[in-house]
């Protein structure tokens, strides 16, 4: 009797088992979704970093957007140029002129600079928390220096310096995350048109006298820059590049702009040229420090 049930028992799984392949193998053919190939492929040559610099969730969502023709094939910041010639040839398409966009700071006021500036103890330390609070600092446009650009960043390409975020452009790879993160909008991505682009450091859209109240350095808005030419305007107390006519072989078109702003607030940001390390190249480089881990215990004079 014994033996009759175990058999039965074990005929019973074999046929639920056979009847559940049947059901399965059904399923997957009444179900079955056909995917481009062309999706794996474009998803293939992508970097995979899933940072969201293309205005998509991640690389497999920009990957069906290209493929649907709802995304241009240049649109990836890490990849860069040769990811977007390889996506071009899985499509088929004619890659056109394609500019990497890079973080600049619009705010060049270190620590000492900003004015008015109270100390922050009771919230949390970060930037979109200190922006809640009215009069953390004198100014309401600049830096909060509290680092949420350098946390967001995965490239380690972003770092407070003396109160004020610092884009070091050797890592950078133009992924957005910090222009993103920061609550007072003080870092947008830029066209780099060369190596080194003009950028306005300051984005306070105050009168001058309340600028100058506020912080050493900010603009005052006195439109010097657009006297010479349209490639400036000033707008909201604040002036402006418009890049679409910016043309980096021709530095004739701000050199006067740059050298009239009283503030000093149009700078050059990016990696250095070629004519900026020959201009230091006969500089003696300052030594090495070497790190000499020591606490107050090694200098304990011990009696006993």
Not at 25 to 38: S, T
Not at 79 to 101: T, V
Not at 177 to 195: D, G, L, N, Q, T
């Amino acid at each position: 009797m014994t033996t009759l049930l175990i058999i039965l028992a074990a005929g019973t799984m074999l046929v639920l088992a056979l009847f559940m392949a049947y059901v399965l193998g059904w399923a997957n053919q009444a179900f079955h979704v056909e995917v481009d190939p062309r999706i794996e492929a474009v998803n293939e040559a992508l970097p995979g970093a899933n940072c969201g610099g293309c205005g998509f969730v991640g690389c497999g969502e920009y990957a069906e957007a290209v493929v649907a023709g709802n995304a241009p094939p240049d649109k990836c910041p890490v990849g860069g140029a040769a990811c977007a010639e390889k996506i071009a040839q899985i499509l088929g398409l004619e890659l056109g002129e394609s500019l990497p966009y890079r973080p600049a700071v619009h705010c060049g006021a270190h620590t000492d600079d900003k004015l008015k500036r109270h100390d922050y103890h009771d919230g949390e330390r970060t930037c979109a928390s200190a922006n809640l609070v009215a009069g953390v600092q004198g100014c309401s446009f600049g830096c909060l220096g509290f680092g949420d650009c350098e946390q967001a960043c995965d490239y380690d390409a972003v770092h407070v310096i003396d109160g004020l975020a610092t884009i070091d452009y050797d890592k950078c790879v133009g992924c957005g995350a910090c222009a993103r993160v920061c609550p007072r909008k003080v870092i947008s991505m830029v066209p780099f048109k060369a190596e080194k682009m003009l950028v306005v450091a300051c984005c306070n859209r105050d009168f001058g006298k309340e600028v100058k109240a506020v912080c050493k350095v900010g603009c005052i808005g006195c439109k010097a820059c657009a006297k010479f030419g349209e490639l400036f305007l000033v707008e909201d107390n604040i002036s402006r590049i418009n890049y679409d006519d910016y043309d980096p072989d021709k530095p004739e078109q701000v050199a006067k702009a740059v050298e009239k702003c009283p503030a000093s607030r149009l700078t050059y940001v990016g990696a250095p040229t070629e004519a900026d390390l020959a201009a230091v190249a006969d500089e003696e480089a300052l030594p090495v420090v070497e790190a000499k881990p020591e606490t107050t215990v090694d200098k304990t004079k011990w009696q006993g």
